[in-house]
């Protein structure tokens, strides 16, 4: 038979249950809406310019299939001193650095930066070499008179610098 005293002792372990369930629940939302949180503006800043600076460290630096292993660096300076190297595939240092360049963008920036970008190329010789890919959705081009991030790499020449400079639209 159940006494009084027990039927306290059920009533009580009950009634923790109850708390623990409910305490349970509450930081089951927390989690909830602490995950549905926008990722900080700082942090994405700071993605985004690494984005930019990774990008071209990691084009400058690509070593070539169709140019006898060179590195896009190097066919960029050779470009900016009269582009001298022919690739195997017949086209000059200038041209093969555009077209690569063109194909690299198509599969990476293209697809990772729908708000668009530019890409400049320049040295005081007069090397000149201009890419830029408008918003996808409203077809706006991207400058400097828009948001972004850009990242600059002066590349030594002799005599002078080639400067490689990108800028991601926000």
């Known amino acids: 038979m159940i006494t009084i005293k027990q039927k306290k002792s059920q009533m009580e372990v009950l009634g923790l249950a109850f708390v623990v ?22 942090r994405t800043d700071f993605m985004f310019k690494q984005r930019a600076s990774n990008m071209i ?21 050779d ?16 041209e093969y650095v555009n077209s690569t ?3 690299i963008f ?12 530019a890409f ?6 007069g090397m000149h070499t201009y890419i830029m890919k408008p918003d996808r959705v409203t ?14 790499f ?3 020449l002799d005599p002078g610098y080639l400067y490689v400079n990108i800028y991601l639209c926000k």
């Not at 198509?106 to 970008?117: K, M, R």
């Not at 400049?120 to 010789?125: G, P, Q, T, Y």
């Open 79 to 94: 470009c900016a001193n009269g582009g001298t190297v022919i690739c195997d595939n017949g086209e000059n240092s200038c």
């Open 139 to 152: 077809g706006r081009s991207c400058s400097r008179n828009y948001t972004g991030e850009n990242s600059l």
């Open 57 to 77: 460290n990691s084009i400058i630096h690509s070593s070539t299939k169709d140019c006898n292993n060179n590195k896009i660096e190097d066919l960029m300076r």
């Open 21 to 42: 369930i409910l305490i349970m629940l509450g930081l089951f939302f927390i989690v909830i809406l602490d995950a549905n949180k926008e990722v900080s503006t700082q």
């Open 101 to 103: 360049l063109e194909y």
């Open 154 to 156: 002066p590349i030594p």
């Open 106 to 117: 198509n599969q990476t920036l293209d697809i990772w930066v729908p708000t668009g970008y």
């Open 120 to 125: 400049n190329v320049s040295s005081e010789s």
